[in-house]
């Protein structure tokens, strides 16, 4: 069978230019997705290029994506990226993967094995929000979640993801070798801290020792990711397929647009990504929080009521006047006084992001954003309500956002037509659903502590407001309530 790896590709897609038979798999990484194979992998991939190296990657998928892997092998470990926009596009073929496995193919003692071996200085991380087992609201680990329930009676044959890390950290001391830098590239506020929080917690259950040891020897920066990445579908596959002449599995379509901001703080080395255009800080913490607020807050805010509205991409939404004056209103009036940092004009980022969010080429579903909504409104919107409530502010377009979700996963949108729910708390958000009348949803959907902490249904303003962006939305549709709000 041919693959990128057997076949001629055409001159202009840009190739690896270093040995590849130097890499190691000194990073080991777990979630093979659309988004590591365009952003960690690729700056990986940039420094290689400039520099040389064996920082190889091992990549791992412990739920999903067997046959990717599969394919991956089939080509060598070789994968294409497509950076695209109205301007034109680049086709890059990234080297930087070393090997792979896969819990389907391979089983979880190898995988977990895999982290064992000497040479690896970082595990990374791409498992999404809810990889983490956490608490949304409270930042904590979920004791009560059935992976976390499982390791907690089983350490030495974990499921979960913070549950494979302290095995592998507590065989690493065994064997008397060092720890790693764990470092979390999901889009959580302080994520560094909230992998360290839910690792030191899960090692506490096994003994002191090994916590003290975790503690004191591994590293768990924070990062600031960014880059959109819409999952692959089958056009994009065939465009690049027509581009290189031959099909890819493994290939992902993303814009030009890249930026990552580490916390340096690598225990046991780093590749020099600031080489590749990483910004290496002290801080994350204002950086990641602008763009959780601002960038993934909007994308929340389209992707529910641009869906309620029949807007299949978010750059559907763009095109409609009245949503892109409500996303900007949203970052500039209620987003930006929120923030903390100095380093950059928000009016200048704001409009970069409407221009990111308009590129056309990119089909970004607005149905894959509003996915995991549980997991991702305390840190897109509810944080931001809590600094107004606590600031005396306006909120009226994060209410809206809120009610947004609401009425999103209420099940149909402002046409009747049926809108999927896909959440880790599905069973729990349908319930609710199905036992509330619409005039009596919000409070239902409040009880939800896990997403609205115990502070924010207790305060009556908060609620009055969400009441009301709900009613709104109700009367008038997605459409109908941001024209209200915008027209005062
Ligand atoms: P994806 O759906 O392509 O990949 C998700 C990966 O996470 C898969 O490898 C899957 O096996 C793994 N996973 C899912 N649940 C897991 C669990 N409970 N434990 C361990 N692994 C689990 O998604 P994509 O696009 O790669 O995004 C992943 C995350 O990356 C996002 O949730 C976000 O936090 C972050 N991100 C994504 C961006 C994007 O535009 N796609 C940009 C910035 C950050
Ligand atoms: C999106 C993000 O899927 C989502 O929830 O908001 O993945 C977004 O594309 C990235 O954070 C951009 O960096």
């Known amino acids: 069978m041919k693959t990128i790896a057997s076949v001629q590709l055409p001159a202009a897609v840009r190739q690896p230019q270093y040995d590849r038979n130097q890499l190691r798999s000194r990073i080991v990484h777990l979630g093979f997705g659309a988004f590591h194979r365009a952003h960690q992998a690729l700056l990986t991939d940039r420094v290689l290029n400039l520099k040389g190296g064996d920082w190889g990657i091992c990549e791992i998928s412990l739920f999903s994506g067997d046959k990717l892997m599969q394919a991956l092998c089939e080509q060598k470990h070789l994968y294409t990226v497509q950076e695209k926009d109205r301007a034109g596009s680049k086709t890059i073929i990234v080297g930087a993967v070393h090997e792979c496995l896969n819990t389907k193919l391979d089983g979880m003692p190898a995988i977990i094995e895999k982290f064992c071996e000497p040479q690896v200085a970082i595990v990374s991380l791409t498992i999404t929000e809810k990889g983490y087992c956490i608490d949304a609201a409270t930042?904590?680990?979920?004791?009560?979640?059935?992976?976390?329930?499982?390791?907690?009676?089983?350490?030495?044959?974990?499921?979960?993801?913070?549950?494979?890390?302290?095995?592998?950290?507590?065989?690493?001391?065994?064997?008397?070798?060092?720890?790693?830098?764990?470092?979390?590239?999901d889009n959580i506020p302080d994520n560094g801290a909230i992998v360290r929080r839910a690792i030191l917690d899960l090692a506490k259950r096994r003994s002191a020792d090994l916590t003290d040891w975790i503690h004191d020897n591994a590293s768990f920066p924070a990062t600031m990711v960014d880059r959109i990445v819409p999952a692959t579908t089958p056009d994009t596959l065939a465009e690049i397929a027509s581009i290189c002449g031959v099909n890819d599995p493994c290939a992902v379509s993303t814009e030009p647009y890249i930026q990552w901001v580490i916390e340096d703080n690598f225990v046991a080395g780093r590749p020099a990504w600031e080489l590749a255009g990483a910004q290496m800080v002290a801080d994350v913490a204002p950086w990641e929080q602008m763009k959780l607020?601002?960038?993934?807050?909007?994308?929340?805010?389209?992707?529910?009521?641009?869906?309620?509205?029949?807007?299949?991409?978010?750059?559907?939404?763009?095109?409609?006047?009245?949503?892109?004056?409500?996303?900007?209103?949203?970052?500039?009036?209620?987003?930006?006084?929120?923030?903390?940092?100095?380093d950059v004009n928000l009016s200048d980022y704001s409009q970069s992001l409407a221009a990111r969010f308009s590129n056309p080429t990119l089909q970004h579903l607005t149905q894959q954003i509003a996915t995991d909504g549980s997991q991702k409104l305390p840190q897109r919107m509810l944080n931001s309500i809590r600094w107004h409530l606590r600031h005396g502010g306006e909120w009226h377009y994060l209410a809206l956002g809120v009610a947004g979700w609401m009425r999103y996963i209420s099940g149909s949108d402002d046409d009747g037509n049926p809108l999927e729910l896909r959440d880790p708390l599905k069973e729990k958000i349908s319930a609710l659903v199905a036992e509330s009348s619409p005039e009596n949803r919000v409070s239902a959907l409040l009880t939800l502590c896990e997403i609205f902490g115990d502070d924010l249904p207790e305060n009556a303003g908060f609620v009055r407001e969400v009441t009301h962006a709900w009613r709104a939305l109700c009367q008038y549709g997605a459409r109908g309530a941001i024209a209200r709000l915008i027209n005062g």
Do not use: K
Request: charged residues 15%; glycine residues 8%; aromatic residues 6%.
């Open 139 to 185: 930042g904590q680990l979920d004791l009560t979640h059935p992976l976390i329930v499982h390791d907690l009676q089983q350490p030495e044959a974990p499921h979960s993801a913070p549950g494979i890390l302290v095995e592998a950290l507590a065989r690493r001391r065994a064997r008397g070798l060092a720890p790693f830098t764990v470092l979390s590239c």
């Open 293 to 342: 607020r601002m960038l993934n807050g909007s994308h929340s805010f389209l992707a529910w009521l641009g869906g309620l509205a029949g807007y299949q991409t978010i750059a559907d939404c763009m095109e409609d006047a009245l949503f892109r004056q409500a996303m900007l209103r949203l970052m500039m009036n209620e987003q930006a006084p929120t923030l903390s940092i100095a």
